[in-house]
């Protein structure tokens, strides 16, 4: 046996291995995930303040989404804003509840396909939301994170509340029996 | 080439796979939903078919030829195979997932990157260099074939992207296919072609029976149905066109302050 096809069957050895525990690995969890019950799905959720949430958003949108123009928009204080939301930390948790909540939305669309371009559309203002975090993790390298929340924060906040509205407008269209307890989790 | 018993067991095993595993496709109108993998099934038929009737009319050398340039239309079709199930999961709404592009961009590059790697370290023993060619050739195109699969998993996990079922069971036949063949074309390469190709032949009858469970699979899978989606109300078909008329434009609102 000669060297390269020692060094040639090794490379193969780890390459093949390295996709199977990729693959297993992943398959498990979308299995996991699709096999999660009303239940397992709300414990993911992590209890963030419903109050602070809707204050922050509703500060530069109204109830309906559309940006706030009149004077009293924009008001609250970037220090204020900071308080509410829990800093970077209270944000990187609403970027996790982002995960929740599509596969909430992923889990009507297994009864009802049609739901999935809303399903698509949440997990794209997801992705907007975890664009905001990432700025602002690295506006925390360059210590500049304070005075950059605000800019990044607040839109950031008025999109997840966005997204928790329109999933509970996604249950409560479908008259699902489960409206009550993700009314209380959001 | 002097066929065996058991290659022509392998042949018509092969054949009555592929006819039934068409058949299913017609009857249960899969063919609508996966046409590419249909032109697939189909070509597999041909190609049994056309192998055999060169084997017993044609000449050593048409039979050298026809083999290898329908392997490259093999090759070509499970590349299709794999576009069509990607674009079923990550096209969602007709369109490309925008948030993927950059990532499935990225999957194909390092595919072939990783693949093109380990072919450059096999130095297969051959007598001709056209056999080198041929056992690195169907070398590389098992690696790509087997990371594009994986890669396939990994992304729509991340992304949160459901499977169809069918796409499921598809995806998950031909990639763990993909990964068995990496495996023998590698002792494809370690062991080369010389005069005696007793192992040779041993691997390919191997990787044949791989490919007909892979193929019962299909056939099995293909046959059930989809999970029966709920029928919608009429009332709740407008609350989700209202629904996403309204996440539509919250998302444009959310990206003109990520713009500014």
């Keep these: 046996m000669n060297k390269g096809s020692v060094w040639f069957l090794i490379a193969v050895a780890v390459f093949v291995m390295a996709l199977i525990v990729i693959a297993v690995y992943h398959f498990r969890r979308a299995q996991k995930s699709s096999q999660k019950d009303w239940r397992q799905l709300l414990t993911r959720l992590t209890i963030v303040n419903r109050s602070s949430i809707a204050e922050v958003a509703l500060d530069i949108i109204d109830e309906s989404g559309e940006r706030r123009k009149d004077e009293g928009s924009a008001a609250l204080e970037p220090s204020e804003i900071w308080k509410l939301v829990g800093g970077l930390k209270g944000l990187e948790m609403l970027e996790a509840n982002c995960a929740v909540l599509i596969d909430l939305a992923f889990y009507v669309q297994q009864w009802y396909p049609e739901a999935l371009a809303v399903a698509e559309q949440l997990r794209l203002s997801a992705k907007e939301i975890e664009w905001h975090v990432e700025r602002l993790k690295g506006a925390q390298k360059t210590g500049k994170l304070e005075s950059a929340f605000p800019m990044y924060a607040q839109p950031a906040v008025a999109a997840y509340y966005l997204m928790t509205r329109r999933v509970l407008a996604l249950y409560e269209g479908g008259n699902l029996a489960m409206l009550a307890d993700l009314r209380e989790a959001l | ?260």
Excluded at chain 2, 26 to 38: D, N, S, W, Y
Excluded at chain 2, 154 to 172: D, E, F, N, Y
């Design chain 2, 1 to 260: 080439m002097h066929l065996t018993g058991l290659d022509l067991l392998f042949w018509a095993a092969g054949l009555g796979a592929h006819f039934i595993l068409f058949s299913v496709l017609l009857i249960r109108r899969r063919f609508m939903v996966f046409p590419i993998f249909t032109a697939f099934v189909i070509s597999n038929i041909g190609r049994t078919i056309a192998l055999v009737l060169v084997e017993l009319y044609g000449t050593k050398a048409s039979y050298f030829y026809t083999y290898w340039s329908l392997a490259i239309l093999d090759t070509a079709l499970q590349l299709a195979v794999v576009y069509e199930m990607y674009s079923l999961t990550f096209r969602p709404l007709g369109s490309w997932a925008r948030d993927l592009r950059g990532a499935l961009a990225w999957l194909v590059i390092v595919s072939i990157v990783v693949a093109a790697g380990l072919t450059w370290l096999a130095t297969p023993h051959a007598r001709l260099w056209m056999q080198v060619v041929v056992i690195k050739g169907t070398f590389f195109s098992s690696a790509c074939m087997s990371e594009l699969f994986v890669g396939m998993i990994v992304l729509a996990v991340k992304a949160g992207l459901p499977w169809r079922t069918h796409v499921a069971r598809i995806s998950q036949g031909l990639g763990v296919y993909s990964l068995i063949d990496v495996l023998i074309e590698a002792g494809h390469s370690y062991l080369g072609v010389s005069r005696n190709t007793q192992t040779y032949t041993m691997l390919s009858h191997f990787r044949m029976s791989a490919y007909l469970v892979c193929v019962a699979y299909w056939i099995v899978m293909l046959w059930r149905d989809e999970p029966r989606p709920r029928k919608l109300s009429k009332n709740f078909r407008g609350q989700l066109i209202h629904l996403q008329t309204m996440v539509d434009s919250d998302l444009e609102r959310v990206r003109a302050r990520r713009r500014s």
